[in-house]
């Protein structure tokens, strides 16, 4: 059986576009993106918090996102993470680029062996 693929594991920018995406549809906290990534994935995709929280303060910093506190499911303050117009911009940016490298990579899949 095939081990699960880690964060190291995929492509550059790969956790920030799947954060990005996630928050876009709902602002949430650490903890919640996490379980929501790993859902999405029907559990293939485990991103650590010690891969996690870095990639959240990258994108801090670069203005991808913002914070603000609120109150998690047990009713315990968090820090919050939404997408910034910023972060929707690069969002659909990095979107398009996907979409071509996976293109590409489908056409040589398909045509290499002839």
Not at 70 to 91: C, D, Q
């Amino acid at each position: 059986m095939r081990k699960k693929p880690e964060y190291r594991d995929l492509f550059p920018g790969a956790l920030e576009l799947m954060i990005l995406k996630s928050l876009s549809w709902r602002s949430m906290h650490g903890y919640a993106l996490a379980q929501r990534l790993k859902e999405i994935s029907e559990d293939y995709l485990r991103i650590e918090e010690g891969s996690l929280y870095p990639a959240l303060q990258r994108m801090l910093k670069v203005g991808w996102l913002e914070t603000e506190m609120g109150l998690s499911a047990r009713n315990r303050p968090v820090r919050v993470f939404k997408v910034t117009e910023v972060g929707k911009k690069h969002l659909e940016q990095e979107i398009a680029s996907v979409e071509k490298m996976f293109a590409g990579i489908t056409r040589v899949l398909a045509l290499a062996g002839e």
